[in-house]
Structures are given as C-alpha cells and as structure tokens.
C-alpha cells in the first residue's frame, strides 16, 4: 500500500514512483518483456509506464499504483506491438524465427508466449504470469470475458503446438 | 492438444526470474521523469502569456475602441443640435413628486426621425418649468436654433407650453401658405421615467397635424447599446483570463509539488 504512516497519508508521486520502483520494477520490467520479446522495447516500456504513473498519480484512486502501471505496461506493449504489426505478422509466419535475438538464449515459454499475436499474449501474460481473473483481464484489454476465454484457449493450444511439437491450430 | 495451465505458470515464473533489469534503467527513468518535470512549467507560462493577451484585449475593448466610436462624427446624431452656454440646470426640490423631478436634465430625441432636438430641463417646480429646447439640422430645417422657453408642467409628468412661432421655424414647422400657426407642446414622462415622449400639435388656418418624438436622456440613446457590448466583450475575455490563470496556477501547483521530491 502506497501510504505513510499510521494516519494512511498519501504518498506524493514523488514517493509512491520511489516505493513502486523498489517493489515492483523487476516484476515490471518481466512483464513488459514478455509482452515485446525484447528487452530494449520492454525497458521503454517501463520507463514510460513509470512516468505516466508519475503524472497520473493524483488521479489513481487505489492506494497501490501496481494496478495502473500493469494496465499502463500492457497497453504500450500492444501498441508498440501494432506498431511493428508487419514484424510480428511475419515473425508469426516464420515462428521459428519469431523470437528475438534477445530470447535466442532463454527457455522454451517465454520464447513461445513472444509468438503470439499481441491479444493472445497479453491474455497469457495477464491470467498465468499476473494471476489475474478472466474478468480482470478482459477489464484491462477492454474486451468481455468470452473474448479473453477464447483467446486464452487459442494461445493455449497454439504454446502446445510450439512446445509440445504438435500441428498448428489457426487463431 | 492443450498445454496445463499450471505449467504454463510455472514455466513463465520460472524462466522469467532469470530475466533482470538493467541496472541504469532507474536512472533512465529518473532522467526521463526531470524532463517531464521541466515540461510543467511551460504550461504555466504558456497559461499566464495567454491571460496576458485577453486582458490586452479586455482593455482594448474597453477603453479604446469607445472612443473610437465617439469621436466619429457620424456617430451622434445631435452634435448639429446648438446649445447655449450659460446652461444652469437646477437640482429639483426634495418636495417636487418624483415622477416630476425626474424630467429634470437634458433629453435627445429625433422628430419623426428626422430633426435632432434637445430638450434641457433647467428648473422644475411642481407647477412650471424653465426649458431649453433646441434643434439642429434636419429634415426640411437648414439652421440650427434654440430658445429659453417658461412652461407648466402638470402632475402626471408633462412639461407643456404654446408659442406662434415666426421666422425660420415658422417656415419650417408651420405648413406654406398659412398665416396663422399655432404649435401645442407637451413632453410626458415615461411611466418607468427611461424616456421622454414628446407631441407638438400644430394648428394653422390650412390643417392640423402632429409630430412626435421619443426623447432620452443626453449619451444615453445610441452609444448605450455599444458600451453594453464592450462590457460584455471585456468581461468576457477577463473571465477567460481569469480561469486560464487558475489553470495554470493549479497545474503549477501540481508540478511544483511533484518537483519537490525526489525518485532516487
């Protein structure tokens, strides 16, 4: 909780960015890397989700700014994945390849959860690394909760493709 | 073939705490916060240079543009109408009824909208009356003239008097051909005492007939509606200013408060 003292006074942006980076930066930083697949996007990431925590915090009613910084995280990391759309389109084509340079040395999940298009990894990334619900999730992409079940079980079936060496399902 | 949801979880945990942020990422972020920072006063100027403008326009609204207005000779309708020099108007006696107290001072009104005339209450008692009463140029008259007139006055407001005028305003006032004229004058004020109705009934041995006019009092009748639209335009354009100050106040408070501490 992003307060002080016994009276629960509020922290300034000041101090609630301070105590936000020591708690949660790493956790943070994961987050966006395993939203980009890259670790240059996903410290740019970080950095602008901090700062827009920053400048939003007099307007964040809940006490811990964790919550907005996520929603903030996933956001950028969908429009940066827009952004390079043809990259991914075709990294989705080659998934092999898909991977980034930077994943080349990392485990078989995470690099698998880089080649999904950006709905489904965000979907992954929200309910199995963040333990948030299907309701949750679907809060933050601003899609209902049949859209985040749906493409859940699309990612799903496709990491098992990957990881497990079976046939492709469509998405 | 569906992958467990579990060990997708614990696959992500797993290989994910071996991922670890470089270590100038948070000063990085601390740079890129002092920018955002140095933005915040920007806006502040930005809202007070902004204020500054509508103010300017508030005044120029205001002052200098009215004058602009009444130094165009066009404007006042009354600048042919002569007035004598020695104009001694009298505050009425407390025991004078308002509504008679009130014709005191100067009224303007043009006859049939043509001949610009003044009407100058210089003294009045419950009974009578010293008027000046003085017109300029227009219509079928070419000389300005005025004169000094006694006149009654009765309870419900009127300033009256008769005359057989000769001369030019004879002339001008009296049909051609006649050789008897005589002219009824009578100003009424208003019953919310805003304006002066004034008839002047003419008899000759030719016809009869009447003329009217509807009198303010003097600055009041053409350049009021102008004022009215310069208050609003100033008042407008300070209250702009005014909340854009706040604005910027606020948004400066904001920054400075956030400025004040520090992320490292």
């Known amino acids: ?44 990431i970080v950095q602008e989700a901090f700062v827009r925590t920053w400048q939003s915090w007099e307007r964040i009613r809940d006490a811990d700014a964790y919550p907005y910084l996520r929603a903030t995280i996933i956001n950028l990391a969908r429009s940066a994945l827009r952004r390079k759309a043809l990259e991914i389109r075709h990294a989705v084509r080659r998934r092999e390849d898909v991977v980034n340079e930077n994943l080349a040395d990392r485990v078989d999940t995470v690099r698998a959860v880089a080649s999904l298009p950006p709905r489904q990894r965000a979907c992954v990334a929200l309910r ?21 079940k749906a493409q859940t079980a699309k990612a799903l079936r496709r990491l098992a493709t990957i990881l497990g060496g079976g046939d492709d399902d469509d998405e | 073939m569906t992958m467990s949801e579990q060990h997708i979880r614990r696959s992500l945990r797993t290989e994910l705490e ?18 955002r920072r140095a933005a915040r006063p920007t806006n502040l100027i930005l809202a007070l240079a902004t204020a ?57 009104g ?22 000046i009463y003085a017109y300029g140029v227009g219509g079928q008259i070419q000389r300005p003239g005025w004169r000094r007139i006694p006149a009654q006055v009765s309870p419900n407001g009127t300033i009256s008097w008769d005359n057989s005028p000769q001369g030019a305003m004879a002339s001008s006032i009296c049909l051609p051909g006649a050789t008897r004229c005589h002219i009824h004058w009578t100003f009424s004020i208003s019953p919310n ?15 009869n007939y009447i003329n009217q006019v509807t009198m303010r009092r003097a600055g009041s009748a053409s350049s009021a509606p102008v004022a009215s639209h310069r208050w609003i335009l100033g008042l407008l354009a300070i209250l702009a200013a005014a909340i854009l100050v ?19």
Do not use: C
Request: glycine share 8%.
């Open chain 1, 1 to 44: 909780m992003l307060t002080r003292g016994r009276h629960e006074e509020r922290l300034t942006a000041d101090e609630a960015i301070d105590a936000l980076y020591r708690t949660r930066s790493s956790h943070a930083f994961r987050l966006a890397y395993l939203m980009s697949g890259d670790r240059t996007l996903a410290e740019e």
């Open chain 1, 128 to 148: 199995f690394y963040e333990d948030l619900s299907e309701s949750q999730t679907a809060e933050i992409l601003g899609i209902t909760v049949g859209g985040v």
């Open chain 2, 18 to 35: 071996t991922i670890h942020p470089d270590d100038g990422l948070r000063d990085r972020l601390d740079a890129r916060l002092r920018s």
């Open chain 2, 52 to 108: 500054a403008v509508l103010v300017a326009v508030a005044a120029l609204a205001v002052s200098i543009k009215p004058r602009a207005i009444e130094q165009t000779p066009t404007a006042d309708p009354y600048a042919s109408v002569p007035s004598p020099s020695d104009v001694n108007i009298v505050r009425p006696s407390p025991s004078v009824p308002h509504r008679i107290a009130a014709l005191s001072g100067v009224w303007e």
């Open chain 2, 110 to 131: 043009l006859w049939d909208g043509q001949l610009p005339s003044r009407l100058t209450v210089e003294r009045i008692s419950g009974s009578s009356a010293q008027v």
């Open chain 2, 193 to 207: 005492l805003a304006t002066v109705q004034g008839r002047r009934a003419v008899t000759t041995d030719v016809s």
């Open chain 2, 246 to 264: 706040v604005g910027g106040v606020f948004i400066g408070r904001r920054g400075s408060r956030n400025v004040g501490g520090s992320v490292t």
